[in-house]
């Protein structure tokens, strides 16, 4: 339940803001980034349309969310470790201008972002199927896998 609302959490914030632009996904290289992360449809969710659809929607959007966040860091290494309080204005401002790149990059996704975001406010509710269930807590363990490689790659950026 925790990795859902986590899930949840992070999305919601990813679409507070929209966009069209793509910048800050086509800036790098994409050798030098994660592979991307694949995520398994156990086989007694194979043949469920919605379980499969949570499974593919969330799929791409950890992906698509792990090259921004990559390409971010990547762009912006010289603000990365320092307090809030030892920004000076203007790296404040690129710190806002981030905010912005990540809601941008993830826009396209918003259709599909709003179908999930239910069926995550259905899961709390108790009301979906033992099988949709399943498929959000694969992707809640995606998501989670992925932020733990991310953080493992670039754990003494910073430092």
């Given at each position: 339940?925790?990795?859902?609302?986590?899930?949840?959490?992070?999305?919601?914030?990813?679409?507070s803001?929209?966009?069209?632009?793509?910048?800050?996904?086509?800036?790098?290289?994409?050798?030098?980034k994660?592979?991307?992360?694949?995520?398994?449809?156990?086989?007694?969710?194979?043949?469920?349309?919605?379980?499969?659809?949570?499974?593919?929607?969330?799929?791409?959007?950890?992906?698509?969310?792990?090259?921004?966040?990559?390409?971010?860091?990547?762009?912006?290494?010289?603000?990365i470790?320092?307090?809030?309080?030892?920004?000076?204005?203007?790296?404040q401002?690129?710190?806002?201008?981030?905010?912005?790149?990540?809601?941008a990059?993830?826009?396209?996704?918003a259709?599909?972002?709003?179908?999930?975001q239910?069926?995550?406010?259905?899961?709390?509710?108790?009301?979906?199927?033992?099988?949709?269930?399943?498929?959000?807590?694969?992707?809640?363990?995606?998501?989670?896998?992925?932020?733990?490689?991310?953080?493992?790659?670039?754990?003494?950026?910073?430092?």
């Amino acid at each position: 339940m925790k990795k859902i609302l986590l899930v949840s959490i992070i999305a919601t914030f990813l679409f507070s803001c929209s966009s069209n632009n793509e910048e800050a996904s086509s800036n790098s290289n994409d050798s030098d980034k994660l592979p991307a992360l694949k995520i398994e449809i156990p086989s007694e969710l194979k043949g469920n349309k919605d379980a499969e659809e949570i499974i593919t929607t969330g799929e791409e959007m950890i992906n698509k969310f792990s090259n921004t966040l990559e390409d971010i860091i990547k762009d912006n290494k010289n603000i990365i470790g320092k307090k809030s309080d030892d920004l000076s204005f203007m790296e404040q401002i690129q710190v806002g201008k981030i905010a912005v790149q990540i809601a941008a990059s993830m826009a396209e996704f918003a259709p599909k972002f709003i179908n999930f975001q239910s069926k995550i406010e259905n899961f709390k509710k108790g009301d979906i199927s033992d099988e949709e269930a399943k498929a959000i807590n694969q992707v809640g363990e995606a998501f989670e896998q992925r932020m733990d490689e991310i953080n493992k790659k670039y754990e003494n950026l910073g430092k």
